[in-house]
């Protein structure tokens, strides 16, 4: 379970009150002012336990969290926190940077230190929170990488990975197990986006070396609805040759394609369980990630599930 408050079920004058607490128990304590307090606050708030690590997601009226300096020295949270602006254009002010962030963006929050971070009206973001002794980097590292975010090539493959876990945080948590696999994964993601981004040649050859598999894999969940997606593809996009991409997988005991086609099959398997999708037909579903022929889909999807796709639809309806 993850910890939810939802001022839609408060009265208007709790509100700010509520949300004032709330925060101390999600982030790191701050000055929480709304942008008219007395005016219609409204907030959700959500934060889920993640691994080594936790997702919070943050929807709420105008807001500025301000974390001075007497609050750092008093509260040294050993924490940084990847957030994607999800509406509303958010604000950032940390370490002598500013930045206005849009949505689809991500930007980086050091929650030991001191940080002004705002946004006016309806605004919302969805964020990785990752104590620093899981991310094995020195904290100048991290701080200088926070305000140079963008130079890391793998700045959208990290960002796209955060706004997805965003999205959905309680399906991605459900499962403690897979949960704490795709944690695992994240922090080494987030972990090769900020040593690109310092620029820190002492840690990223070892760090890239280290976390070549699993922004493969990240890069390929991306793209799994595309029909070009090949191993060559895969392969050319990281730099390395088919036989070095074919190595890396079967030295981690992973076979390429295999892995592939189970992705496909959990994905179809999700939207054949969502509402909005009951119109659509299972072949059309199935063809979107990447199954040409309905027969062979079904075998498929029998074998790993136990059951038919109309058989899955029909249960989950």
């Known amino acids: 379970m993850g910890y939810v408050l939802d001022t839609a079920a408060l009265a208007a004058e709790q509100r700010v009150e509520a949300v004032n607490a709330a925060m101390l128990y999600a982030s790191a304590p701050?000055?929480?002012?709304?942008e008219d307090p007395a005016g219609a606050v409204h907030a959700r708030l959500e934060v889920w336990e993640f691994g080594e690590a936790n997702i919070f997601t943050h929807r709420s009226s105008g807001i500025r969290l301000l974390r001075t300096a007497k609050l750092a020295r008093q509260d040294a949270m050993p924490v940084v926190a990847l957030a994607v602006q999800q509406r509303g254009d958010g604000r950032i002010e940390q370490g002598g940077h500013q930045r206005v962030v849009p949505p689809g963006e991500l930007l980086a929050v050091d929650l030991s230190a001191p940080y002004d971070y705002s946004w006016s009206g309806d605004g919302g973001a969805g964020a990785l929170q990752i104590p620093y002794d899981q991310l094995g980097l020195?904290?100048?590292?991290?701080?200088?990488?926070?305000?140079?975010l963008t130079r890391s090539p793998i700045y959208r493959l990290v960002t796209a990975h955060i706004a997805q876990l965003g999205h959905d945080p309680a399906g991605i948590t459900a499962d403690p197990a897979a949960a704490a696999a795709t944690a695992a994964?994240?922090?080494d993601l987030v972990r090769a986006l900020l040593?690109?981004?310092a620029r820190s040649r002492r840690h990223a050859r070892p760090v890239f070396a280290e976390t070549l598999l699993t922004r493969i894999r990240a890069f390929t969940r991306l793209r799994l609805a595309d029909p070009e997606l090949t191993p060559a593809m895969i392969a050319a996009a990281h730099g390395i040759s088919l036989r070095q991409l074919y190595k890396l997988c079967a030295d981690a005991g992973l076979s390429l394609e295999q892995w592939i086609i189970t992705e496909r099959l959990h994905r179809v398997?999700?939207?054949?369980?969502?509402?909005?999708?009951r119109h659509l037909p299972i072949a059309a579903i199935a063809l979107r990630w990447g199954f040409r022929d309905p027969t062979h889909f079904t075998r498929r999807f029998k074998a790993r599930y136990g059951v038919t796709p109309s058989q899955w639809r029909q249960r989950a309806q």
């Open 185 to 187: 994964a994240s922090i």
């Open 138 to 148: 020195p904290l100048d590292v991290v701080r200088r990488a926070s305000a140079e």
């Open 269 to 277: 398997r999700q939207e054949l369980t969502r509402p909005d999708r």
């Open 195 to 197: 040593v690109s981004a």
């Open 30 to 34: 701050c000055h929480v002012l709304h």
